[in-house]
């Protein structure tokens, strides 16, 4: 069966029924664009910025970033590129941008209020991104991370409009933004599900700390049930809710994703194929009836059998 889906057409992903589920690559630099259009992505659901900077002791100029994006966005003429923000802080901090001594940095100034309170970096970023996408054919989306209630939404949807980002979201990983949902996408233009700090978050259980790794499980329903809300809130008013959490990766997870209202499913290249091969066996209403078996079991491992047992008896 793997290697039925590693051979399989590099078809756009849909569920058997037809229903489109664009599949998106997870990026961390221009050098990644060829494995994830050897892949079959159909865009870039996740380039991580951050990645580019970990070692550089200095914020990046605007014609250094721009070039970097320019390299990305050729590769992807007339395709959806989703650019996040900066995401420095915790497992990921930037010399030029993390707080030093923070006891708890992963509820410290990081993502979104760390460019907040570096406001010249996060607008050089930003015009650097306007300038690129003005000279190429990409999709340009552009969101932050780490986003925690819609008036920070309100902040960085606004910034992004005054220095030219057509298309500006922001990440779902704090509890708080998927629980103010529909008040969030009335201010974004989309959202997206990264399911690694929405677990750790959800759970209270640090993603790095292998004492606690059982509790980094986005099968949980109560991960889900957000997933369910913010699924539920773009559906009402017709905009993007993409999942770019690891979660994405796991094919069955995926179907059920779909189930609970995700748009578009972003993941590393290699995920691509059993994805795409597990979507095209499962309709929407079928994908419905895992993501509801999903919602109503107490467990993250009751979630997993009551969803096989909807896929047995289908
Ligand atoms: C996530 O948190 O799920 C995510 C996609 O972002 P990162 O893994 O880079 O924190
Ligand atoms: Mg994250």
């Known amino acids: 069966e793997r290697l039925a889906a590693v051979n399989a057409p590099l078809t756009p992903g849909a569920l058997k029924d037809g229903t489109l589920v664009p599949l ?12 994830a259009v050897a892949a079959g992505a159909e865009g870039v659901g996740l380039f991580r910025t951050e990645f580019l900077f970990l070692d550089s002791p200095y914020a990046p100029d605007v014609a250094t970033q721009k070039a970097s994006y320019v390299a990305l966005l050729k590769e ?33 100034r990081r993502g979104l209020r760390a460019l907040r309170h570096h406001e010249e970096i996060l607008r050089d970023q930003l015009t650097a991104l306007a300038q690129a996408d003005a000279e190429t054919e990409a999709d340009l989306w552009v969101m932050a991370p780490m986003v925690a209630d819609v008036e920070e ?27 103010m949902a529909d008040q969030v996408l009335g201010v974004a233009d989309f959202v997206s599900i990264g399911t690694n700090d929405l677990t750790q978050y959800t759970m209270a259980a640090d993603r790095m700390l292998g004492t606690v790794a059982s509790y980094q499980d986005p099968w949980h329903p109560a991960v889900l049930r957000l997933v369910a809300q913010l699924g539920d809130a773009g559906r009402a008013v017709g905009k993007g809710v993409g999942i770019c ?42 994908a419905r009836r895992m993501a509801a078996a999903a919602l109503a079991a107490p467990s993250a491992a009751a979630a997993r059998s009551a969803v096989a047992s909807v896929v047995t008896s289908l």
């Open 24 to 35: 998106l690559a997870n990026v961390g630099s221009p050098n990644d664009a060829p494995a």
């Open 153 to 179: 939404t309100e902040y960085f949807v606004s910034l992004a409009r005054e220095l030219g980002i057509r298309t500006a979201g922001v990440m779902a990983e704090v509890p708080s933004v998927a629980l």
């Open 245 to 286: 959490g690891e979660a994405a990766s796991d094919p069955v997870l995926a179907v059920v994703l779909v189930g609970l209202g995700a748009t578009t499913l972003s993941m590393t290249p290699a995920a691509l194929a059993d994805v795409r091969a597990e979507l095209s066996t499962h309709t929407l209403d079928e």
């Open 76 to 108: 992807f003429p007339g395709k959806k590129v989703v650019v996040r923000a900066l995401d420095a802080g915790a497992d990921k901090p930037l010399p030029f941008l993390t707080d030093k001594d923070e006891e708890n940095p992963a509820l410290g």
